[in-house]
């Protein structure tokens, strides 16, 4: 008998799904489904009876359920959580109205630097399969002290759906990401991944769970 699941979100940016039951657990292991509202499933193999869903979309609604056996009675409905709204970034001394994003193919060289990208690098439209970066300036001096920036990029299309999974950046030091060029900061950040349907496009991009900018752009 399936009894009771407990949703625990403490941690910000992730869920922990936790299910109690008697009698023998499934040999197969669980099979846990959720959508993001309400679009495709989503399913996760659990050997244990717990999960984590990481990371979450700040906004959305979450529905889970299970694939069970016929011989399992479950007892109440799919559950439901409210990922809460992100707040709009604001930390080490500057807000995200202080900075400005601009969309780039990424450069061959792994190393590259903002400040070494031309005019003509810059584009809001990409053919299919091209990577695509980000240039992040500001004009303000930040606040370079210790602690770690976590990026999460959740893409949408031109009707708000969520395209994929959300996914996460790579996690650099607040510190060590910026530098410095005529006058202004700036840092570097690559997508993990672009969609590969012709279409019109935007990308929510957070800052330890934190909305810094949302940013249009098209494949075509």
């Not at 990922?83 to 807000?95: E, H, K, L, N």
């Not at 061959?108 to 400040?115: C, E, S, T």
Request: one cysteine or more; aromatic letters at 14%.
């Amino acid at each position: 008998t399936f009894e009771d699941l407990v949703l625990d979100h403490s941690t910000p940016g992730q869920l922990v799904i936790t299910w109690y039951y008697e009698g023998t657990a499934p040999s197969g292991g669980w099979r846990l489904f959720y959508t993001i509202d309400g679009e495709a499933r989503h399913v996760v193999e659990c050997v244990q009876n717990t999960c984590t869903i990481s990371p979450l979309v700040p906004g959305a609604q979450y529905k889970f359920s299970f694939e069970l056996p016929e011989d399992i009675t479950v007892f109440g409905g799919p559950a439901e959580y409210d990922v809460p709204p992100a707040p709009t970034f604001s930390d080490f001394g500057i807000t995200a109205d202080d900075l400005t994003f601009r969309m780039c193919r990424t450069p061959k060289d792994v190393n590259w630097k903002w400040y070494s990208l031309l005019e003509t690098d810059f584009f809001d439209s990409y053919a299919p399969n091209t990577s695509a970066s980000f240039v992040i300036s500001m004009k303000k001096m930040p606040q370079l002290v210790g602690g770690d920036i976590k990026t999460l990029f959740i893409i949408r299309d031109e009707n708000g759906r969520l395209v994929g999974s959300p996914q996460e950046g790579r996690t650099r030091s607040w510190h060590s990401m910026w530098s410095s060029f005529n006058g202004f900061y700036g840092t570097e950040l690559d997508m993990p991944t672009m969609p590969q349907t012709p279409g019109n496009y935007t990308v929510e991009i957070y800052f330890n769970n934190a909305l810094v900018t949302t940013e249009a752009f098209a494949i075509s």
